[in-house]
């Protein structure tokens, strides 16, 4: 039996990042960029302007009743000079007329017929100089990690249109049992509708990748060939779930292990004992558990790493918390849990709680969990009032 690491470290071995396209700005949320350094070409912002609606005017003049002499608005060519005395009304990001160094605050002006009264004022108040964000050739350095609305928003202010990304790892989905018939269908005697498809290619899609999604595969070792060789023709990898253990009708390994080369392995986890690894025609084929709770959940340990080292990413990308268990859940001793948990804030630290029944066929616990608590090799049950280690794979509420 494999511990998740050299699981994890056996997959991940031979990953190698996508190509790379270019996109514009306003296509790329959420993809990963080619370089995460930019140097700035030019200053940001590129020249000093205000930040207030009032009046531009010499800290040296201030105070005193000044003459209003013009205005300047954002977007203005060109700023009127400020004579000594003189004060220009002035916009939020208009730039600062030559000659003058502080803005006074609308709120803080009088205006009168006589001129405009302004209080004292520190030198540079209210001005944001060129530069004061970003200057020409810093290099700028973005989160590694998928492109956010403010990173984006970053590159735009350094006038940057199109962004190098990598491509989506593009991924295979084929899930392979007899009892299955797809969600919408009507349900003969026997059968499931197939909860595995289209929950595994939201997990590619919310790992960074791009899924294509297979026909049902029946337990019949052909058909599993020939979509396994379709999947590996359209995508840069193919996960298949079901047909990976030991019954009669389990075709996936055996077929990996025809057409390609195979790595089976029995991993010290729960939920999801075995998973099939290897390759078809060099790129990597992933046999995922069928049971659904198992597939989602290998898929978050092995295959959610693998798609983001395609992006050129390291680790999960998840949060990790130790969270508080007040109750004994129970698991399989020999291997490491990773049970569906509710984690909820509790005073300084964290708290978490079964989210139901912990068998690897029940689905609603998962979709309830925001954590998975991980619960070590070697106990049976969780200890009241010990703390774990819970990733986090949705939102603290
Ligand atoms: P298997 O891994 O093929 O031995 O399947 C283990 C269990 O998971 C069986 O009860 C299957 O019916 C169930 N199962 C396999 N694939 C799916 C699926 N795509 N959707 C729902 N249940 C599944
Ligand atoms: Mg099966």
């Not at 991924?171 to 498809?197: H, K, M, R, W």
């Not at 294509?212 to 060939?225: F, Q, T, Y």
Request: proline share 8%; aromatic share 4%.
């Amino acid at each position: 039996m494999r511990s998740v690491e050299e699981a994890l470290a056996g997959i991940l071995a031979n990953a190698t990042p996508t190509a790379t396209e270019w996109l514009p700005l306003d296509n790329c949320a959420g993809r990963v960029l080619a370089h995460h350094v930019v140097t700035a070409a030019a200053d940001v912002p590129p020249f000093a302007n205000s930040s207030m609606d009032g009046f531009a005017v010499r800290a040296a003049d201030a105070p005193g009743v000044l003459k209003l002499a013009g205005e300047v608005a954002a977007g203005s060519r060109e700023a009127p000079a400020l004579a000594a005395g003189t004060a220009v009304r002035i916009m939020t990001g208009a730039p600062m007329p030559a000659g003058a160094d502080t803005v006074i605050p609308l709120e803080e002006a009088k205006e009168s017929e006589r001129g405009v009264r302004v209080p004292a004022a520190e030198t540079g108040a209210y001005v944001r100089p060129a530069g004061l964000d970003t200057r020409a050739g810093d290099q700028v350095e973005l989160p590694v990690e998928p492109l956010t609305p403010a990173s984006i928003a970053v590159l735009a202010s350094l006038g940057i249109g199109e962004v190098e990304v990598h491509r989506r790892p593009r991924v295979a989905i084929v899930s392979t049992g007899d009892e299955l018939v797809a969600p919408g269908a009507s349900l003969a005697p026997g059968q499931i509708f197939d909860a595995n498809s289209a929950a595994l290619a939201a997990a590619v899609a919310e790992a960074g990748g791009e899924a294509v999604i297979l026909p049902l595969g029946p337990d019949d070792p052909a058909a599993i060939e020939g979509l396994v060789r379709w999947g590996i023709a359209v995508a840069d990898v193919l996960v298949a779930s079901g047909g990976v253990s030991v019954g009669s009708r389990d075709h996936v390994r055996s077929v990996i292990e025809r057409i390609g080369t195979l790595d089976f392995w029995r991993i010290q986890v729960q939920p999801g004992k075995p998973l099939a690894f290897g390759a078809v025609d060099g790129r990597p084929v992933i046999g995922l558990p069928g049971n659904p709770v198992s597939a989602l959940v290998t898929f978050e340990l092995f295959v959610r790493p693998l798609v983001r080292a395609m992006l050129g990413l390291s680790g999960d990308g998840r949060p990790r918390v130790r969270a508080r268990v007040d109750e004994a859940i129970t698991k399989d001793e020999g291997r490491r849990a990773y049970l569906r948990v509710v984690v909820q804030r509790d005073g300084e630290g964290y708290v978490a709680f079964s989210a139901g029944g912990q068998a690897s066929s029940q689905l609603r616990p998962l979709a309830a969990a925001n954590g998975l608590l991980i619960v070590p090799e070697g106990v049976a049950a969780t200890e009241p009032g010990g703390t774990y280690e819970a990733l986090l794979i949705g939102a603290i509420r």
